[in-house]
């Protein structure tokens, strides 16, 4: 999908709720869709205070962000270290993610017989699957190997500080 087909279907979403586009909405809809990296509501603040334009509101940024997300234009992620990450959506094919819960690296993978596994069990279960996501929560390659685990390998043969075995979570 292009970028203006994505802002003109963002309007028409605002104009649905009464809202309008005002430039600070503008602003945070064009650097969310100006990055392919994950990103916090707080870094887009920051980078937002750090670039030339109209001042943006934290609270503006976290509203418009709640929007873009309701609407579809962002998915979020729980990295499980204290905050939601975004990234936008349309024009992009399903991918799920891989978090280090170690340094916060996110790799995205794409695995069709993953897919294929749940589009299984849910026809098993008689469910009418609307949409997924799936998170792996483990080490990434380099905080694995300053453990001295192999990756790919079952965390349970690096036990995490504090803690006899790691668990992986999944959110489907």
């Known amino acids: 999908m ?14 649905a709720r009464e809202l309008k586009l005002t ?34 509101s934290r609270a503006t940024v976290y509203r418009t962000i709640g929007l873009l ?12 270290r204290g905050e939601l990450v975004y990234e936008h959506l349309l024009g992009h094919k399903h991918h799920d993610h891989m ?3 170690e ?11 993953i897919e294929a596994l749940q589009h ?7 469910f009418v699957l609307v949409s997924h996501s799936h998170r792996l929560i483990g080490l990434c390659r380099a905080c694995a190997r300053k453990r001295g685990a192999t990756p790919g390998a079952s965390a349970s043969s690096a036990p995490l500080a504090g803690q006899g ?5 999944v959110d489907d």
Do not use: N
């Open 99 to 101: 978090v280090c819960m």
């Open 2 to 15: 292009k970028h203006e087909s994505i802002r003109k279907a963002f309007e028409e979403f605002l104009r």
């Open 120 to 126: 299984e069990a849910c026809q098993r279960m008689g």
């Open 103 to 113: 340094c916060g690296r996110i790799e995205e993978f794409h695995d069709e017989r």
């Open 165 to 169: 075995q790691a668990s992986a979570a």
């Open 69 to 80: 997300a309701e609407g579809g234009f962002l998915g979020s992620l729980d990295t499980g």
């Open 23 to 56: 430039t600070q909405r503008e602003r945070i809809f064009e650097r969310a869709f100006s990055t392919h990296e994950h990103f916090s509501a707080e870094q887009l603040y920051d980078w937002l205070r750090e670039e030339p334009g109209a001042r943006v």
